[in-house]
């Protein structure tokens, strides 16, 4: 039978992010933020525990405790919750129970290493505040991402790290069917660092489908022989900057997912602003005769004006977008070089997210910009032709209606007038000559079909518009 492996003090550690302040969000959502993170923090926080909450953090802060609680006896762990600018972040640890829970002793003896596995299970109960199920709920995940961490000593100096290393992984992934490829390994504190990442392939389902998938787990391999208690201070030391390290990626990829949501929807309005510049197209070739119809085109008018905001709402979101992972990827390159400059290690492994950033993420938010900003130009063009042939048509009808009028006065006048003069000059009735009876009925006919022949025109003229 074959011997489990060993493990000396293997600890598990939970980096959870959430966001606290969107932009341009209310205060009403800030407490929802708040609230949605507190469950994930203690157990049935009360109103009273959250507005303590909300009174430590400071919104110009950029790095704020706000609750630490040990796990109760006998476990080894605890939960650490702060703010980071932004967003609040929750460090979970557990390493197991106490040698001796009285005095706290820790357990430096050999474990199997399928205690790992518990050990993230303790872990995944605190979050989900029950024993079920085995992952964290889809509720409870981060809102911005989480990163588990697994920290061990080798038990024996002739095990291979990259063996261990997939041992380790195969306790806590949450889908066998994922395999790491462990060829690249760096170096932290004189241990071997190993990382896994599964990437999603759908960018653009719901966030909680996606972070199930979006899956981030850091194995640190100590040397055997080393003095434990040393190990576990060093790690100490550097749980800050991990965690900000950890925040600074998962905004990163956070972002990355909404921009690839709102390129989505960008080039579906794309296609709605294509089929109406068609549209308006068609309705400016009609007949010159006919003229254009002011209806259509109000109608027309109506539909882009919704279409350009929403349009111009998104395109600016996805350049937000673009300015948030420049800023986080600045902020996370400082964080590991400082990691690496002050515990002399070599992280080459967690510095290729970094260049993966730059050429795949930022390259392709700037390539969907300049595709899609065109759109918002043509939409705005359009607006301004439709607004221009409007007023064009308007006067012309205006002028129509005008010439109109004219011609009715004109002949109602003519016809007057001359009736008038025939009435004024003709003798009595009896003495009247038969041809100027004719001329004076003659030019009131005359009045009538002018008038006539301009009220057709005016009838005409309403059924274009």
């Avoid at 407490?31 to 009174?55: C, I, S, V, Y």
């Avoid at 030391?237 to 390129?263: A, N, P, V």
């Avoid at 003229?291 to 259509?296: Q, S």
Wanted: glycine share 4%; net charge neutral.
């Amino acid at each position: 039978m074959t011997k489990p492996t060993q493990l000396v003090y293997p600890t598990v550690d939970l980096f959870l992010y959430d966001l606290r302040d969107g932009l341009g969000q209310y205060p009403l959502e800030i407490n929802r933020h708040r609230q949605k993170f507190g469950q994930k923090m203690a157990a049935n926080l009360d109103e009273k525990e959250l507005a303590q909450l909300a009174a430590l953090e400071n919104p110009e802060a950029d790095y704020v405790p706000l609750l630490a609680q040990p796990f109760d006896s006998p476990l080894d762990g605890y939960s650490y919750a702060l703010q980071l600018g932004d967003i609040y972040a929750l460090h979970v640890a557990c390493a197991g129970e106490y040698k001796d829970a009285n005095s706290q002793k820790r357990n430096n003896s050999t474990q199997n290493i399928e205690n790992l596995s518990k050990l993230k299970q303790t872990i995944v109960a605190k979050i989900n505040q029950s024993v079920e199920p085995r992952e964290i709920r889809p509720e409870q995940q981060g809102t911005i991402g989480q990163t588990w961490l697994i920290s061990v000593q080798i038990a024996d100096s002739n095990q291979d790290p990259q063996q261990l290393a997939k041992a380790c992984y195969e306790q806590i992934t949450p889908n066998p069917n994922w395999k790491p490829d462990f060829k690249e390994q760096g170096r932290l504190l004189g241990a071997r660092v190993f990382e896994y990442w599964h990437l999603p392939t759908n960018w653009t389902q719901d966030w909680e489908e996606f972070s199930q998938e979006n899956y981030h787990i850091i194995i640190c391999l100590f040397p055997a022989g080393k003095n434990i208690a040393e190990i576990r201070q060093k790690l100490e030391d550097i749980y800050l900057d991990f965690t900000r390290l950890f925040g600074y990626r998962h905004k990163i990829i956070w972002s990355y997912w909404q921009s690839r949501r709102l390129t989505a929807q960008l080039k579906k309005q794309s296609v709605e602003i294509r089929d109406l510049v068609a549209k308006v197209k068609d309705l400016s070739q009609q007949r010159p005769s006919q003229g254009v119809n002011l209806n259509e085109l109000q109608l027309a008018l109506t539909q882009s004006l919704p279409s350009l905001s929403d349009y111009a709402f998104n395109l600016n979101d996805l350049e937000f977008q673009a300015n948030m992972i420049k800023v986080n990827l600045e902020n996370y390159k400082k964080r590991l070089q400082k990691l690496e400059r002050e515990s002399t290690s070599y992280l080459k492994i967690l510095a290729n997210f970094s260049d993966f950033t730059e050429e795949k993420y930022l390259q392709q938010i700037e390539t969907d910009c300049s595709y899609l900003r065109p759109g918002l130009i043509l939409l705005e063009n359009l607006i301004r032709t439709i607004g221009s042939t409007s007023q064009i048509e308007q006067t012309k009808r205006d002028r129509t209606l005008n010439t109109t009028v004219a011609v009715v006065g004109l002949g109602l006048a003519i016809s007057c007038i001359t009736a008038t003069v025939l009435v004024e000059q003709m003798p009595p009735a009896q003495e009247t000559p038969f041809f100027l009876t004719v001329v004076f009925w003659g030019s009131i006919c005359t009045g009538l079909i002018a008038v006539a022949i301009a009220l057709v025109g005016f009838s005409r003229h309403r059924y274009r518009q």
